[in-house]
């Protein structure tokens, strides 16, 4: 359905409570104020008792959120990367030949570059303050893992540059495949880069220790659903948004685990498709039945009906087989329905 831009003055004091609070609960301010909508638009009334007298000292302004030092750190390496390549592009003399030469010019000027640019584009929206509320749901260790492993990218092409660029400067002919090996240490760091992308699914995927809830997976829903267009698609989550805040509370831990880890980040992940199929101006029509059917299984897995129930009740090996199948089915990993049975 089509979503509407609101805009309404508040007390600053009022302001940060509500911020701090909403921070607490894992929640963004937008959020919040679309359970409330939702909640009065659906019960005619006001969800809460409202009495006169109330009132207090506004608490402290919300600290510092941890995540502004990790996207400095995370722009100054891709900064210091970039430096490196272009040191080391610039430096090659168009005098020696060979084709290990051109491969480092190649990687230089264009691969590595490309791949430090994306990691640095990508981190923008992650870190906009949208997704402050989002990104205190994640697990930041593995974030710190993520940059960490950029740092020794940085590293390994700083190392090559102090080598390299002087040796290309003393290079008066001869065997050029003593180049080789630098092109070999460049071409690992572009693997590397390769290998970031299953850190940052990880990441994106994970639950801070601690927290979770039906509150926050409403958010992971909210969040998912944001600027999509799909009418009976966001009908299908309000339902199901409306399921997890009256029942997910009371799942055991081994079935919340279980759907956050698997059935939720499936939908996620149509989600995202969907909306980028929107966006391209692509026919929605298949995307979208793949998350109606990611939307179905969360929806029997909450609500413990139909074979979901059974698996959970039963917990045998071929029920489990049976999910996993189902699951590889939905991500398009293997043939198949991936529809539970009604």
Same mark, same amino acid.
């Given at each position: ?218 958010? %992971? ?5 944001? &600027? ?7 009908? +299908? *989550? $309000?339902? @199901?948004?409306? =399921? ?62 139909? %074979? ?5 009740? &039963? ?7 049976? +999910? *996993? $199948?189902? @699951?590889?089915? =939905? ?12």
């Amino acid at each position: 359905m089509p979503q509407v831009m609101v805009n309404f003055r508040m007390d600053e004091s009022v302001k940060k409570s509500m911020e701090l609070a909403c921070k607490e609960m894992g929640l963004s301010m937008t959020a919040a104020f679309t359970i409330f909508a939702t909640k009065v638009g659906r019960e005619k009334r006001i969800p809460f008792e409202i009495t006169a007298g109330q009132g207090g000292p506004a608490p402290p302004p919300p600290a510092e959120p941890p995540d502004g030092p990790r996207l400095e750190r995370l722009e100054t390496l891709c900064a210091e990367i970039r430096r490196s390549l272009t040191r080391i592009h610039t430096a090659i003399p168009a005098s020696i030949p060979g084709l290990s030469i051109e491969r480092i010019r190649l990687l230089c000027g264009d691969e590595l570059k490309d791949k430090a640019a994306a990691v640095s584009g990508a981190a923008r929206p992650l870190f906009s303050g949208r997704n402050t509320a989002v990104l205190r749901e994640k697990d930041l260790t593995v974030l710190d893992q993520y940059l960490d492993s950029l740092a020794a990218i940085a590293e390994d092409i700083w190392s090559v540059e102090r080598v390299l660029v002087p040796a290309m400067k003393a290079w008066t002919g001869g065997d050029d495949g003593l180049f080789a090996p630098y092109g070999e240490q460049l071409a690992s760091a572009s693997r590397a880069f390769d290998g970031l992308q299953p850190l940052m699914e990880r990441f994106l995927r994970s639950s801070a220790p601690g927290r979770g809830g039906a509150l926050s997976v409403q958010a %992971r829903l909210l969040q998912a659903a944001a &600027g999509l267009e799909t009418d009976y698609v966001l009908a +299908a *989550l $309000e339902d @199901l948004e409306s =399921l997890v805040l009256r029942q997910y509370d009371a799942l055991d831990g081994q079935t919340r685990a279980r759907l956050e880890s698997y059935y939720l980040q499936t939908l996620e992940l149509a989600l995202q498709e969907l909306g980028r199929e929107e966006r391209e101006g692509q026919d929605p029509a298949g995307k979208a039945a793949l998350c109606l059917r990611a939307v179905n299984v969360l929806s029997q897995v909450i609500s413990g009906g139909g %074979r979901a129930q059974r698996e959970l009740r &039963g917990r045998s090996l071929e029920a489990e087989v049976t +999910a *996993l $199948e189902r @699951l590889a089915a =939905l991500r398009g990993d293997a043939p198949g329905s991936a529809g539970p049975e009604p």
